[in-house]
């Protein structure tokens, strides 16, 4: 059985970092999109960042970009989300989500083209 179980959230300082992981099991990462979203109180899910494991690609959010660092590793089947220079509309609940089939979903961060996710951790930067 497919499943995705996010880690790592917690409350942090502005300016301070996170590092979210995402541990997949019932499949390998290896030919899967993976994508990191977020939903803060009273607004939409929105995609944070993407990895493609068969190109070796990343996408990003405009406004996360120089600032998270998206990685896998394949071997512990497992996705990060490292998060620097956190900012205060960076609270939300993450979630990590992959496709039922293998490749990219178009568009990267549409919601609607991922069809499993994890439970979500909370993340909220607050002095």
Same mark, same amino acid.
Request: hydrophobic fraction near 35%; charged fraction near 15%.
């Given at each position: 059985?497919?499943q995705?179980v996010?880690? =790592?959230?917690? *409350?942090?300082?502005?300016? =301070?970092?996170l590092r979210?992981?995402?541990a997949?099991?019932?499949?390998? *990462?290896?030919?899967?999109?993976? =994508?990191?979203?977020r939903?803060? /109180?009273g607004k939409?899910?929105?995609?944070v960042?993407?990895i493609?494991?068969?190109? =070796?690609t990343?996408?990003? $959010?405009? @406004?996360? $970009?120089g600032?998270?660092?998206?990685s896998?590793d394949?071997? $512990?089947?497992?996705v990060?989300?490292?998060?620097?220079?956190? $900012?205060?509309?960076?609270t939300a609940?993450?979630?990590?989500a992959?496709?039922?089939?293998?490749?990219? /979903?178009?568009?990267?961060?549409a919601?609607a083209?991922?069809?499993y996710w994890?439970?979500?951790?909370?993340?909220?930067v607050? @002095?």
């Amino acid at each position: 059985q497919l499943q995705l179980v996010e880690s =790592g959230g917690d *409350l942090v300082q502005p300016g =301070g970092s996170l590092r979210l992981s995402c541990a997949a099991s019932g499949f390998t *990462l290896d030919y899967y999109t993976i =994508g990191w979203f977020r939903q803060a /109180p009273g607004k939409e899910r929105e995609g944070v960042s993407s990895i493609s494991n068969s190109y =070796g690609t990343t996408y990003y $959010k405009d @406004s996360v $970009k120089g600032r998270f660092t998206i990685s896998a590793d394949i071997a $512990k089947n497992t996705v990060y989300l490292q998060m620097n220079s956190l $900012k205060p509309e960076d609270t939300a609940v993450y979630y990590c989500a992959v496709p039922a089939i293998a490749g990219d /979903p178009d568009p990267i961060f549409a919601v609607a083209r991922y069809d499993y996710w994890g439970q979500g951790t909370q993340v909220t930067v607050s @002095s």
